[in-house]
Protein backbone atom coordinates (compact mmCIF):
# COMPACT_ATOMS: atom_id res chain seq x y z
CA UNK A 1 0.00 0.00 0.00
CA UNK A 2 3.07 2.05 -0.36
CA UNK A 3 2.98 5.03 -2.22
CA UNK A 4 -0.42 6.05 -2.23
CA UNK A 5 -1.58 9.42 -1.29
CA UNK A 6 -4.83 10.94 0.59
CA UNK A 7 -6.71 11.13 -2.26
CA UNK A 8 -6.49 7.42 -2.89
CA UNK A 9 -9.30 6.79 -0.01
CA UNK A 10 -10.54 8.16 3.15
CA UNK A 11 -8.37 8.58 6.26
CA UNK A 12 -10.51 8.40 9.13
CA UNK A 13 -10.05 8.73 12.96
CA UNK A 14 -6.34 9.91 12.59
CA UNK A 15 -4.24 9.33 15.98
CA UNK A 16 -0.93 10.41 16.92
CA UNK A 17 1.73 7.90 18.57
CA UNK A 18 3.38 9.97 21.70
CA UNK A 19 6.67 10.67 19.79
CA UNK A 20 4.23 12.31 16.92
CA UNK A 21 6.81 10.96 14.48
CA UNK A 22 3.64 8.28 13.08
CA UNK A 23 -0.16 8.45 13.32
CA UNK A 24 -2.62 5.73 12.40
CA UNK A 25 -6.02 6.08 11.17
CA UNK A 26 -8.76 3.64 9.62
CA UNK A 27 -9.62 3.54 6.15
CA UNK A 28 -12.35 2.06 3.51
CA UNK A 29 -13.12 2.61 -0.16
CA UNK A 30 -16.87 1.58 -1.81
CA UNK A 31 -15.00 -1.20 -2.67
CA UNK A 32 -12.75 -2.39 0.40
CA UNK A 33 -13.91 -2.93 3.88
CA UNK A 34 -12.56 -0.65 7.02
CA UNK A 35 -9.10 -1.58 7.76
CA UNK A 36 -6.42 0.01 9.90
CA UNK A 37 -3.48 1.91 8.28
CA UNK A 38 0.10 3.46 9.79
CA UNK A 39 2.02 6.38 8.05
CA UNK A 40 4.96 8.56 8.90
CA UNK A 41 3.83 12.06 9.86
CA UNK A 42 6.61 13.82 7.59
CA UNK A 43 5.51 11.98 4.82
CA UNK A 44 2.01 9.75 3.76
CA UNK A 45 3.13 6.58 3.02
CA UNK A 46 0.45 4.89 4.11
CA UNK A 47 0.57 1.12 5.10
CA UNK A 48 -2.14 -1.62 6.10
CA UNK A 49 -1.34 -3.34 9.55
CA UNK A 50 -4.92 -4.86 9.21
CA UNK A 51 -6.34 -8.17 7.79
CA UNK A 52 -9.44 -8.14 9.72
CA UNK A 53 -12.13 -8.37 7.06
CA UNK A 54 -11.90 -10.93 3.96
CA UNK A 55 -13.80 -9.93 1.06
CA UNK A 56 -15.94 -13.51 -0.43
CA UNK A 57 -15.10 -13.74 -4.47
CA UNK A 58 -18.19 -11.61 -4.98
CA UNK A 59 -18.26 -8.65 -7.69
CA UNK A 60 -19.10 -5.42 -6.62
CA UNK A 61 -20.84 -2.95 -8.23
CA UNK A 62 -18.84 0.18 -9.64
CA UNK A 63 -19.58 3.35 -7.28
CA UNK A 64 -18.85 6.91 -8.66
CA UNK A 65 -19.40 10.39 -7.76
CA UNK A 66 -22.00 11.89 -9.88
CA UNK A 67 -23.45 15.42 -10.36
CA UNK A 68 -26.07 17.38 -11.37
CA UNK A 69 -28.37 20.79 -11.33
CA UNK A 70 -31.19 21.13 -9.27
CA UNK A 71 -33.93 23.57 -10.91
CA UNK A 72 -32.49 26.77 -8.97
CA UNK A 73 -29.02 26.18 -10.30
CA UNK A 74 -27.32 24.95 -7.24
CA UNK A 75 -24.99 21.86 -7.80
CA UNK A 76 -25.93 18.62 -6.18
CA UNK A 77 -23.59 15.51 -5.62
CA UNK A 78 -24.10 12.14 -5.06
CA UNK A 79 -22.98 8.71 -5.16
CA UNK A 80 -24.53 6.26 -8.12
CA UNK A 81 -23.60 2.72 -7.72
CA UNK A 82 -23.87 0.39 -10.63
CA UNK A 83 -25.19 -3.13 -10.44
CA UNK A 84 -22.73 -5.73 -10.23
CA UNK A 85 -21.11 -6.35 -13.68
CA UNK A 86 -23.47 -3.68 -15.37
CA UNK A 87 -23.15 -3.21 -19.05
CA UNK A 88 -23.37 0.25 -20.48
CA UNK A 89 -26.03 1.48 -22.07
CA UNK A 90 -28.76 -0.44 -20.03
CA UNK A 91 -31.25 0.62 -18.37
CA UNK A 92 -31.63 -0.80 -14.81
CA UNK A 93 -33.85 -0.29 -11.73
CA UNK A 94 -32.93 2.35 -9.79
CA UNK A 95 -33.01 2.49 -6.05
CA UNK A 96 -32.94 6.16 -4.47
CA UNK A 97 -31.40 6.27 -0.71
CA UNK A 98 -31.57 9.67 1.30
CA UNK A 99 -29.51 9.66 4.12
CA UNK A 100 -30.51 10.82 7.76
CA UNK A 101 -29.45 14.33 9.63
CA UNK A 102 -30.56 15.89 7.79
CA UNK A 103 -26.79 17.18 8.20
CA UNK A 104 -25.60 13.54 7.65
CA UNK A 105 -23.84 12.91 4.10
CA UNK A 106 -22.87 10.13 1.81
CA UNK A 107 -19.33 9.47 1.44
CA UNK A 108 -17.37 6.73 -0.47
CA UNK A 109 -17.73 4.37 2.46
CA UNK A 110 -17.77 0.45 1.60
CA UNK A 111 -20.99 -0.25 -0.35
CA UNK A 112 -20.99 -3.69 2.04
CA UNK A 113 -21.28 -1.96 5.36
CA UNK A 114 -24.61 -3.37 7.52
CA UNK A 115 -27.03 -1.11 7.06
CA UNK A 116 -31.34 -1.73 6.51
CA UNK A 117 -30.49 -0.29 3.25
CA UNK A 118 -27.23 -2.65 2.07
CA UNK A 119 -26.13 -1.51 -1.04
CA UNK A 120 -23.78 -3.93 -2.30
CA UNK A 121 -26.36 -6.42 -1.60
CA UNK A 122 -29.19 -4.75 -3.43
CA UNK A 123 -26.33 -4.13 -6.61
CA UNK A 124 -25.57 -7.79 -6.91
CA UNK A 125 -29.68 -7.89 -7.66
CA UNK A 126 -29.34 -5.41 -10.27
CA UNK A 127 -30.10 -2.53 -9.37
CA UNK A 128 -28.53 1.01 -9.61
CA UNK A 129 -28.40 3.08 -6.24
CA UNK A 130 -28.30 6.72 -5.99
CA UNK A 131 -27.29 8.16 -3.04
CA UNK A 132 -27.63 12.10 -2.97
CA UNK A 133 -26.05 14.78 -0.77
CA UNK A 134 -29.30 17.06 -0.63
CA UNK A 135 -29.24 20.64 0.21
CA UNK A 136 -28.97 20.45 4.06
CA UNK A 137 -25.83 17.89 3.78
CA UNK A 138 -23.15 18.55 5.94
CA UNK A 139 -19.22 18.99 4.11
CA UNK A 140 -20.48 21.74 1.41
CA UNK A 141 -20.29 24.92 3.31
CA UNK A 142 -22.26 26.61 5.47
CA UNK A 143 -24.68 28.16 2.58
CA UNK A 144 -25.63 24.74 1.21
CA UNK A 145 -25.45 23.22 5.19
CA UNK A 146 -28.59 25.90 5.90
CA UNK A 147 -30.33 26.06 2.33
CA UNK A 148 -33.23 24.24 3.69
CA UNK A 149 -34.04 26.02 6.88
CA UNK A 150 -37.81 26.01 6.96
CA UNK A 151 -37.69 23.94 3.71
CA UNK A 152 -37.62 20.41 4.37
CA UNK A 153 -39.20 18.54 1.51
CA UNK A 154 -38.75 21.48 -1.13
CA UNK A 155 -35.21 22.04 -2.54
CA UNK A 156 -34.09 18.82 -1.37
CA UNK A 157 -36.73 16.83 -2.39
CA UNK A 158 -36.35 18.79 -6.28
CA UNK A 159 -32.42 17.90 -5.42
CA UNK A 160 -33.80 14.26 -5.69
CA UNK A 161 -36.06 14.01 -8.47
CA UNK A 162 -33.65 16.43 -10.38
CA UNK A 163 -31.04 13.76 -9.79
CA UNK A 164 -33.38 10.85 -10.85
CA UNK A 165 -33.97 12.46 -14.09
CA UNK A 166 -30.44 13.31 -14.60
CA UNK A 167 -29.60 9.20 -14.70
CA UNK A 168 -32.92 8.56 -16.98
CA UNK A 169 -31.33 10.83 -19.57
CA UNK A 170 -27.75 9.64 -19.19
CA UNK A 171 -30.03 5.89 -20.20
CA UNK A 172 -29.04 4.21 -16.77
CA UNK A 173 -32.06 4.34 -14.76
CA UNK A 174 -35.43 2.89 -16.40
CA UNK A 175 -38.02 5.30 -15.15
CA UNK A 176 -40.80 2.40 -14.59
CA UNK A 177 -38.85 0.72 -11.98
CA UNK A 178 -37.51 2.87 -9.41
CA UNK A 179 -37.61 2.93 -5.44
CA UNK A 180 -36.88 5.09 -2.67
CA UNK A 181 -35.78 4.70 0.78
CA UNK A 182 -34.24 6.56 3.49
CA UNK A 183 -33.77 6.13 8.02
CA UNK A 184 -34.80 8.81 10.65
CA UNK A 185 -34.74 12.39 8.24
CA UNK A 186 -33.90 9.99 5.34
CA UNK A 187 -37.42 8.48 6.41
CA UNK A 188 -39.23 11.79 6.24
CA UNK A 189 -38.29 12.52 2.73
CA UNK A 190 -39.09 9.18 1.79
CA UNK A 191 -42.49 9.51 3.49
CA UNK A 192 -42.47 13.05 1.74
CA UNK A 193 -41.47 11.93 -1.35
CA UNK A 194 -44.77 9.56 -1.90
CA UNK A 195 -47.12 12.52 -1.12
CA UNK A 196 -45.68 14.72 -3.73
CA UNK A 197 -45.12 12.10 -6.80
CA UNK A 198 -46.27 8.21 -7.52
CA UNK A 199 -43.07 7.85 -10.08
CA UNK A 200 -41.53 5.44 -7.36
CA UNK A 201 -43.16 1.88 -7.64
CA UNK A 202 -42.30 1.31 -3.83
CA UNK A 203 -40.73 3.12 -1.16
CA UNK A 204 -38.99 2.25 2.49
CA UNK A 205 -39.41 4.25 5.35
CA UNK A 206 -36.84 3.60 8.59
CA UNK A 207 -37.50 5.32 11.62
CA UNK A 208 -38.86 8.78 10.08
CA UNK A 209 -40.72 11.93 10.50
CA UNK A 210 -44.57 11.93 9.15
CA UNK A 211 -46.11 14.85 10.89
CA UNK A 212 -43.62 17.47 12.58
CA UNK A 213 -45.97 18.53 15.44
CA UNK A 214 -46.19 15.51 16.71
CA UNK A 215 -42.66 14.40 16.59
CA UNK A 216 -41.85 17.26 18.76
CA UNK A 217 -44.09 16.89 21.14
CA UNK A 218 -42.79 13.30 22.14
CA UNK A 219 -39.55 13.46 20.52
CA UNK A 220 -36.26 13.72 22.59
CA UNK A 221 -35.28 16.81 20.84
CA UNK A 222 -38.17 19.03 21.40
CA UNK A 223 -36.23 22.61 19.80
CA UNK A 224 -35.08 20.54 16.99
CA UNK A 225 -37.85 21.49 14.48
CA UNK A 226 -38.43 24.81 15.85
CA UNK A 227 -34.52 25.48 14.94
CA UNK A 228 -35.09 24.58 11.64
CA UNK A 229 -38.12 26.13 11.03
CA UNK A 230 -38.32 29.42 12.71
CA UNK A 231 -40.71 28.89 15.18
CA UNK A 232 -43.27 26.94 17.05
CA UNK A 233 -46.04 25.48 15.46
CA UNK A 234 -48.53 27.67 16.97
CA UNK A 235 -46.21 30.65 15.44
CA UNK A 236 -45.97 29.44 12.49
CA UNK A 237 -48.62 26.52 11.82
CA UNK A 238 -48.84 26.87 8.24
CA UNK A 239 -44.94 26.11 7.23
CA UNK A 240 -45.06 23.17 9.61
CA UNK A 241 -48.27 21.82 8.30
CA UNK A 242 -47.35 22.23 4.69
CA UNK A 243 -44.40 20.11 5.33
CA UNK A 244 -45.38 17.00 7.19
CA UNK A 245 -46.14 13.77 4.79
CA UNK A 246 -49.57 13.71 7.24
CA UNK A 247 -51.37 16.45 6.18
CA UNK A 248 -50.53 15.72 2.55
CA UNK A 249 -51.36 12.04 2.55
CA UNK A 250 -54.01 11.86 0.74
CA UNK A 251 -54.01 10.04 -2.16
CA UNK A 252 -50.67 8.26 -1.85
CA UNK A 253 -50.56 4.99 -3.39
CA UNK A 254 -46.79 3.83 -3.27
CA UNK A 255 -46.86 0.48 -1.69
CA UNK A 256 -45.00 0.92 1.36
CA UNK A 257 -42.45 -0.70 4.08
CA UNK A 258 -42.48 1.43 8.10
CA UNK A 259 -39.44 -0.02 9.85
CA UNK A 260 -39.42 0.95 13.53
CA UNK A 261 -37.65 0.19 17.02
CA UNK A 262 -40.32 0.15 19.85
CA UNK A 263 -37.53 2.09 22.18
CA UNK A 264 -36.74 4.80 20.30
CA UNK A 265 -36.95 8.29 21.58
CA UNK A 266 -35.24 10.28 19.09
CA UNK A 267 -38.29 9.67 16.61
CA UNK A 268 -40.81 7.70 18.48
CA UNK A 269 -42.79 4.65 16.99
CA UNK A 270 -45.89 6.58 16.95
CA UNK A 271 -44.70 8.30 14.20
CA UNK A 272 -44.28 4.95 11.75
CA UNK A 273 -47.80 3.98 13.29
CA UNK A 274 -49.52 7.22 12.08
CA UNK A 275 -48.42 6.97 8.71
CA UNK A 276 -48.97 3.02 8.22
CA UNK A 277 -52.50 4.03 9.70
CA UNK A 278 -53.37 6.73 7.00
CA UNK A 279 -51.95 4.22 3.99
CA UNK A 280 -53.93 1.14 5.72
CA UNK A 281 -57.07 3.09 5.47
CA UNK A 282 -56.29 4.28 2.21
CA UNK A 283 -55.55 0.75 1.07
CA UNK A 284 -52.09 1.36 0.23
CA UNK A 285 -49.67 -2.08 -0.09
CA UNK A 286 -48.01 -1.32 3.61
CA UNK A 287 -46.56 -3.02 6.39
CA UNK A 288 -45.05 -2.10 9.45
CA UNK A 289 -42.59 -3.90 11.12
CA UNK A 290 -41.64 -3.54 15.09
CA UNK A 291 -38.11 -3.87 16.07
CA UNK A 292 -38.23 -4.79 20.09
CA UNK A 293 -35.47 -3.04 22.27
CA UNK A 294 -34.18 -0.88 19.33
CA UNK A 295 -33.55 2.58 19.69
CA UNK A 296 -33.16 5.06 17.14
CA UNK A 297 -30.98 2.99 15.05
CA UNK A 298 -31.01 -0.95 14.75
CA UNK A 299 -28.56 -2.44 16.90
CA UNK A 300 -28.41 -6.16 17.43
CA UNK A 301 -27.07 -8.17 14.90
CA UNK A 302 -29.99 -10.85 14.31
CA UNK A 303 -32.80 -7.79 13.77
CA UNK A 304 -30.44 -6.12 11.04
CA UNK A 305 -30.27 -9.22 8.98
CA UNK A 306 -34.60 -9.02 9.19
CA UNK A 307 -34.32 -5.31 8.14
CA UNK A 308 -32.01 -6.17 4.86
CA UNK A 309 -34.06 -8.90 3.78
CA UNK A 310 -37.07 -7.80 4.87
CA UNK A 311 -36.20 -4.38 1.88
CA UNK A 312 -34.46 -6.74 -0.78
CA UNK A 313 -37.65 -8.79 -0.79
CA UNK A 314 -39.82 -5.59 -0.66
CA UNK A 315 -38.42 -3.84 -3.60
CA UNK A 316 -37.76 -7.30 -5.59
CA UNK A 317 -41.59 -7.45 -5.10
CA UNK A 318 -42.98 -4.73 -6.45
CA UNK A 319 -40.25 -3.36 -8.72
CA UNK A 320 -38.97 -6.76 -10.32
CA UNK A 321 -42.63 -8.56 -8.88
CA UNK A 322 -39.99 -11.89 -8.21
CA UNK A 323 -40.97 -11.94 -4.48
CA UNK A 324 -44.32 -12.68 -2.36
CA UNK A 325 -44.48 -10.51 0.83
CA UNK A 326 -47.81 -9.96 3.26
CA UNK A 327 -48.72 -6.95 4.22
CA UNK A 328 -49.82 -6.43 8.00
CA UNK A 329 -48.41 -4.97 11.04
CA UNK A 330 -45.49 -7.43 12.60
CA UNK A 331 -43.07 -7.62 15.55
CA UNK A 332 -40.38 -8.91 14.62
CA UNK A 333 -40.24 -12.58 16.44
CA UNK A 334 -36.51 -14.67 15.79
CA UNK A 335 -36.84 -17.73 13.70
Same mark, same amino acid.
Given at each position: ?12 ? #? &???? *? $? @??? +??? =? ?73 ? #? &???? *? $? @??? +??? =? ?80 ? @? ?138
Amino acid at each position: MAGLTPADFMVEA #P &ALNT *S $R @THF +GFT =SQSAEQPVEAFASTVDTFSAVQVSRVQTLPKVIIGKTEVVEWKAPDGKSIEGLLTYPAGYQPGNRVPLLVIVHGG #P &AGVF *S $R @TFT +GNA =SPYLVAAFASRGYALLRCNVRGSSGYGRDFRYANRSDWGGGDYRDIMSGVDHLISKGIADPERMGVMGWSYGGYMTSWVITQ @TKRFKAASVGAGVTNLMSFTGTADIPSFVPDYFGGEYWEVFDRWRTHSAMFNVKGVSTPTLIQHGDADVRVPISQGYEFYNALKRQNVPVTMVVYPRQPHGIQEPKLMQDAMQRNLDWFDRWIKGSQVTKEGHYLFTPK
